[in-house]
Each structure stands twice: as C-alpha cells, then as structure tokens.
C-alpha cells in the first residue's frame, strides 16, 4: 500500500462518527501504515501532523472540565473511549515530529512577536530562562542549550518529541506551553508570579502547604497517567501561579538533557538534582520511572514543609551518599504532618522502588487527609 492510499484512509474517517476513536486506533496500529511512515513525501507528512495535532487537540477539549473534581479526575478520564485513541495519536506524533524535526503549525511563535531580556533570570543545565512579552502579556522563555556533538540529531529530535508532548497536555498544575520558536530554539511557557516552590513558601510562610503538596501531586497523576515521566521532580521545577497553585514544569527535559556530547546535563552537576533522585539512579542500576518520581515527589514534600531543600544544610555529596545508604530526611516540625502524612512519605522515599505506592494512590491519601 502506497503512502498516498494510507493518507486517504485517514480523509476518509468520520470524525463526528461514535466509532472514530476505534477506527482512529486500529489504522494507527495498521502494518502497512507503519511501513509507509518511513516512505511519507514531505507534503504527506506535513498534512499527517496537522491531522494528527488537531485530533489532539479536539480530544483535550473533554478533558477541561474534569479537573475541578479533585479525586474523580482519572475516573472520568479513564471512562472516556477517546483516551485510548488520544495515546496512540499523540504518540505517533511525537515519533514524527522527532523523526523529521517538524512541529505542527500550531506550536509555532513568530520570534518577531517575542520580546526577551537581555540577560537570564535563571539558569540550569538544559538552557538559559529569560522574562519576556509575547503580544503584550509576560511569558517565560527558555533557551535551550545545545553543544556541538555527533549526538546533536538525537537531541533535537528528542527535543521535538518532548515539545509535541508538552503542548498538549491541560491541567491546573501544569505550567501550559505556549509555543515553540526554532531560530533560537526556546520553548515558551506562561509566567508563574509565585515563582518557584521554595521562593513562594518564604514569601508566604502562612500557606497551606498540604494544599501545595496535593496540587502537585494532582500534576504528576495526570503525567503519569499519560504515561510521561517527569525525570526531574523538585521545588526549582514547581512554579506557583498568581493563585497560589503548583505548577509543574520542565518535564522531559531532564531525560533530554542526558543525550552526552549535545545538551549538558544537570545529572552530572551534584550541585542541583542529586538531593531529589531515586537511589536506584544514584547508584546507576536504574532509569528514570514512574516509582522514582515518587521518590522525588516525597523530597519534594520535604521542601514543602522545611521550605528548605532536603538534607539542608548538608553538601549534595553528602545527600546523595545518604540516599544511596538508605538514610532519610528526618521528620519536619510542621503542624500539618500527621502520623499518616509522614508514613505516607515514608513509602514514597522506600529504597526498594517496587515498594513505593503510585501516586494516584498518593493522591487518593492526600486527598482524604
């Protein structure tokens, strides 16, 4: 089957059909589609992505109203007969734009709009994070940084992946991506007033951190329920909007970020990541996962309640070596930890990752608390 033949069975679907999701599904999963992908004229494939993108987007829009419910967010969502097709869409997707380093139409920003300063505001291993104004309203932009390497190809094409991800994905404790410019390559992300967990908590020290614990645990269900794994969980990347509520932010990019030779890596600068990484990683012996987000999700918790980061004020060396001998931060002083709260922590931190709990069921304990 030509690749022309596949692209006119995708026309031929009925959108407004019951049976789209199914007849979506089984097309994408179709042999001869997977043949011809490679074999797609460059017309073809610009035409895909955008069918693709907006298939997305439309199933995205069922999703808005269910975050209100709290708890019910991944009933809802799992009772819907377009995830199924939603996963599958988005994951072809995401191959395509990395394979062939396009992104849809609408993840594109004019530079020209773009108005940054001069010097950033802040700065880690996978780029540069400047304030700036995109049609008169503050925007976050941040500048990746990509070093000469024969990996470059793979980085940027899981940059592309990543950025396909990011932009649709819809919840209130997920910093939204605006767009994407490629002469710099910056991704373009909603300014969050509160700025990042720890600032915000030193210049609120009367908030409700429980409720901070649970918007950000809410965040991380809804990622992993999408099958993404943040990679990099910490107060630096959870922003707090003019609200008061967590957002997380730079998911993927911390996976990105350990392509050696193209994009330096905040894994290997001890200074940042260590204090919050799972041992199985520390130690080598394990991949970024659903259960150390968890891990990095109890830290979290510590920063949280401290407002300090955790092992404070002990070297990252110093943490890492603890983590890795199976030692813990010790218990906070906060009024808001219970018994229950600080032996739910203490699960999420257990050294064995098949002994910690999802964090749907974390969500689910917070939320009774």
Not at 292 to 313: I, Y
Not at 342 to 355: F, I, K, Q, R
């Amino acid at each position: 089957m030509s690749s022309t033949e596949i692209v006119q069975q995708f026309k031929q679907l009925n959108r407004s059909s019951p049976q789209f999701p199914d007849q979506l599904t089984s097309l994408l999963y179709k042999k001869e589609y997977r043949e011809c992908i490679p074999n797609l004229k460059d017309e073809e494939v610009v035409w895909l992505i955008e069918y693709l993108d907006d298939v997305c987007l439309s199933v995205l829009l069922v999703f808005l109203s269910c975050f209100p419910h709290r708890t019910q967010i991944l009933d809802t969502l799992q009772a819907d007969p377009s995830i199924p097709a939603f996963r599958r869409c988005l994951r072809e997707l995401r191959r395509i734009c990395g394979a062939r380093e396009q992104l849809p139409k609408s993840y594109m920003l004019e530079s020209s709009l773009l108005i940054s300063g001069e010097r950033p505001v802040a700065s880690g291993g996978s780029g540069d994070v400047y304030e700036g104004s995109l049609n008169g309203s503050k925007v976050c932009v941040k500048r990746l940084r990509i070093y000469a390497g024969e990996r470059i190809p793979v980085a940027k094409e899981t940059l592309h992946r990543e950025a396909v991800m990011w932009k649709r994905l819809t919840h209130p404790n997920i910093v939204p991506l605006l767009g994407v410019t490629l002469e710099p390559l910056q991704l373009i992300s909603v300014w969050m007033s509160g700025g990042e967990l720890r600032e915000y908590i030193t210049h609120h020290p009367g908030t409700d951190r429980l409720r901070l614990v649970f918007g950000v645990a809410s965040g991380l269900t809804y990622l992993h329920f999408r099958n993404i794994i943040h990679g990099d969980l910490k107060g630096p990347n959870v922003l707090v909007d003019d609200t008061g509520s967590p957002r997380i932010t730079d998911f993927g990019l911390a996976i990105v970020a350990q392509i050696q030779d193209s994009i330096r890596s905040f894994q290997g600068d001890s200074g940042h990541t260590a204090r919050w990484t799972a041992p199985e990683i520390l130690g080598g012996n394990g991949r970024h996962s659903k259960e150390a987000d968890v891990f990095s999700f109890a830290m979290t918790m510590v920063e949280v309640f401290t407002g300090q980061v955790p092992f404070h004020p002990n070297s990252p060396h110093a943490a890492m070596l603890a983590i890795l001998n199976k030692k813990r931060p010790q218990r906070p002083n906060h009024p808001q930890i219970t018994v229950e709260l600080w032996t739910l922590m203490e699960s999420c931190w257990d050294h064995d990752p098949h002994h910690r709990p999802e964090i749907s069921t974390v969500l689910k304990t917070l939320g009774d608390s």
